[in-house]
């Protein structure tokens, strides 16, 4: 029986990929394993006065291609396996966007609707303090991800930087914001960093249709997942001519058969409402008469990925794309903008049926992309203009695409596949370049 263990399922890809390109053994084994696992224990004092302990997480998957990158996640479902296969696959994705970065992940097990943001904060302090001698601008860069975000990136440079002012180092302070990537604009953070993902799935669907001879006019989009993903995928694919017309978060979800009319506006409700729910907008009046007028109805966040559209785009969390509801989605393709939303009977099931799935290591490494700019600017004491980080963004994306479909035509072989052999053997050549030079 084929698990839906996140991590076992990471090792499957990397040993079904690793056929394909003559991995030499040492090396699979190396990235069969990541190179560190950390835990550690988090005591806090609640607002209440009640005292609660929680877990962190950081894995280091592999740092071949450079210091380990990848998010922090504040999930309830937060655990060891989970962060393990987030790691692998950020090893992957770096090295199919090609940024000079091996991949790591991390993560509190933690509801955050159920902490004020004083917890938050001091529970994010202590973690940076238990990971600061593993992480720095040329060890393990962290950034968001789920239910993170660039206030509390913001606290962990500031908590780094103390700690480092206690060790007496010598790190210029541009170098000490490099510590972690999508921070706010006042503390070294990127333009662009907040759209980056979004607009990076963006530009890989063009690239893609481009290369299949489809036009984005009038095809049906439906986006699972409303944060910082999802909204802007659905903003930015609206703005490049698809017709967005379903959108759901954890609660529920609108579906306007004959398009959403704009998608900022809908933004704007989530954010006041803090649900998507009702979200039937007209200009800035969002309300059930605009439910009646547009002919909209809601659905479940599950629903969404089974509506009759061109495009599903999953942009909340791994395992929805299942057996059970493989054979009845209806879109001919699937861009994963969540990391590991398909699980491995279920994308047996779509490449039977012949249904194009755009993979998450290259869909959403529009993120990491511009994390890596930020990472550069702060390094090179630089400041890009949006329009410019933008410009680069698009140029990786289409030669990331490029190189996928290469493989993909060489070896008769999904683009999930492609992906995978291509990033194998990156990274293979990396190693065996560091070992010329005698590192290894
Ligand atoms: P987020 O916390 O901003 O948003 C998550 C969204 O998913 C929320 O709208 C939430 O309501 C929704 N959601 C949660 N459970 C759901 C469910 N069962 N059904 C439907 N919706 C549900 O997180 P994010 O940063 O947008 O990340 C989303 C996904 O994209 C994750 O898989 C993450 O690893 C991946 N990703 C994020 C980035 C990034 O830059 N933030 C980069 C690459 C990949």
Same mark, same amino acid.
């Given at each position: 029986m084929i698990s839906n263990n996140a991590w076992e399922r990471a090792q499957e890809q990397l040993r079904s990929a690793a056929r394909y390109t003559n991995l030499d053994h040492l090396m699979l084994a190396k990235l069969t394993n990541p190179d560190r696992v950390i835990e550690v224990y988090l005591p806090i004092k609640l607002d209440s006065g009640e005292v609660k302990v929680f877990t962190?997480?950081?894995?280091?998957?592999?740092?071949?291609?450079?210091?380990?990158?990848?998010?922090?996640?504040?999930?309830?479902?937060?655990?060891?396996?989970?962060?393990?296969?987030?790691?692998?696959?950020?090893?992957?994705?770096?090295? @199919?966007?090609?940024?000079? *970065? +091996?991949?790591?992940?991390?993560?509190? &097990?933690?509801?955050?609707? %159920?902490?004020?943001?004083?917890?938050?904060?001091?529970?994010?302090?202590?973690?940076?303090?238990?990971?600061?001698?593993?992480?720095?601008p040329r060890k393990d860069v962290p950034a968001p991800d789920v239910n993170t975000n660039p206030k509390i990136m913001g606290w962990i440079v500031d908590e780094y930087e103390k700690n480092l002012k206690t060790q007496k180092s010598n790190l210029k302070s541009d170098e000490i914001l490099a510590v972690v990537t999508g921070k706010?604009?006042?503390?070294?953070?990127?333009?662009?960093?907040?759209?980056?993902?979004?607009?990076?799935?963006?530009?890989?669907?063009?690239?893609?249709?481009?290369?299949?001879?489809?036009?984005?006019?009038?095809?049906? @989009?439906?986006?699972?997942? *409303? +944060?910082?993903?999802?909204?802007?995928? &659905?903003?930015?694919?609206? %703005?490049?001519?698809?017709?967005?017309?379903?959108?759901?978060?954890?609660?529920?979800?609108?579906?306007?058969?004959?398009?959403?009319?704009?998608?900022?506006?809908?933004?704007?409700?989530?954010?006041?409402?803090?649900?998507?729910?009702?979200?039937?907008?007209?200009?800035?009046?969002?309300?059930?008469?605009?439910?009646?007028?547009?002919?909209?109805?809601d659905i479940s966040s599950d629903e969404v990925l089974e509506l009759p559209v061109d495009v599903v785009v999953p942009a909340a969390l791994e395992n929805v794309i299942t057996k059970k509801n493989a054979r009845k989605i209806k879109a001919k393709t699937i861009l994963e903008m969540a990391n590991g939303p398909t699980t491995l009977e279920a994308d047996e099931i779509l490449r039977k049926r012949n249904i194009i799935v755009i993979p998450d290591i290259l869909a959403n490494s529009g993120g990491v992309a511009v994390s890596y700019f930020e990472w550069y600017q702060n390094l090179h004491n630089q400041r890009w203009a949006k329009e410019e980080v933008f410009h680069k963004l698009r140029a990786k994306i289409e030669s990331a695409v490029e190189a996928v479909f290469a493989a993909s035509d060489k070896h008769k072989v999904t683009l999930r596949e492609a992906s995978y052999i291509l990033a194998l053997e990156r990274i293979q050549k990396a190693w065996k370049e560091g070992d010329k030079n005698g590192k290894s």
């Amino acid at each position: 029986m084929i698990s839906n263990n996140a991590w076992e399922r990471a090792q499957e890809q990397l040993r079904s990929a690793a056929r394909y390109t003559n991995l030499d053994h040492l090396m699979l084994a190396k990235l069969t394993n990541p190179d560190r696992v950390i835990e550690v224990y988090l005591p806090i004092k609640l607002d209440s006065g009640e005292v609660k302990v929680f877990t962190g997480f950081r894995v280091q998957h592999n740092n071949i291609r450079g210091p380990y990158k990848g998010g922090l996640r504040y999930h309830q479902d937060v655990d060891m396996d989970e962060v393990k296969a987030l790691a692998f696959w950020m090893t992957m994705k770096n090295a @199919v966007i090609d940024v000079p *970065f +091996g991949g790591g992940k991390g993560g509190i &097990a933690l509801d955050p609707k %159920k902490l004020t943001e004083n917890e938050l904060e001091n529970l994010t302090r202590q973690f940076t303090r238990k990971l600061a001698d593993f992480i720095g601008p040329r060890k393990d860069v962290p950034a968001p991800d789920v239910n993170t975000n660039p206030k509390i990136m913001g606290w962990i440079v500031d908590e780094y930087e103390k700690n480092l002012k206690t060790q007496k180092s010598n790190l210029k302070s541009d170098e000490i914001l490099a510590v972690v990537t999508g921070k706010p604009l006042n503390r070294g953070g990127s333009e662009g960093r907040t759209e980056a993902t979004g607009l990076g799935g963006t530009y890989t669907l063009l690239a893609v249709f481009k290369k299949l001879r489809k036009k984005p006019q009038d095809l049906t @989009v439906a986006v699972q997942g *409303f +944060g910082n993903v999802g909204r802007y995928v &659905a903003y930015f694919l609206q %703005k490049n001519g698809f017709k967005v017309v379903a959108a759901s978060d954890s609660k529920s979800g609108i579906y306007i058969p004959n398009g959403i009319p704009d998608i900022d506006h809908v933004q704007k409700c989530k954010e006041v409402k803090g649900l998507l729910a009702g979200c039937y907008c007209v200009g800035s009046v969002c309300d059930l008469d605009n439910k009646k007028r547009l002919g909209g109805r809601d659905i479940s966040s599950d629903e969404v990925l089974e509506l009759p559209v061109d495009v599903v785009v999953p942009a909340a969390l791994e395992n929805v794309i299942t057996k059970k509801n493989a054979r009845k989605i209806k879109a001919k393709t699937i861009l994963e903008m969540a990391n590991g939303p398909t699980t491995l009977e279920a994308d047996e099931i779509l490449r039977k049926r012949n249904i194009i799935v755009i993979p998450d290591i290259l869909a959403n490494s529009g993120g990491v992309a511009v994390s890596y700019f930020e990472w550069y600017q702060n390094l090179h004491n630089q400041r890009w203009a949006k329009e410019e980080v933008f410009h680069k963004l698009r140029a990786k994306i289409e030669s990331a695409v490029e190189a996928v479909f290469a493989a993909s035509d060489k070896h008769k072989v999904t683009l999930r596949e492609a992906s995978y052999i291509l990033a194998l053997e990156r990274i293979q050549k990396a190693w065996k370049e560091g070992d010329k030079n005698g590192k290894s």
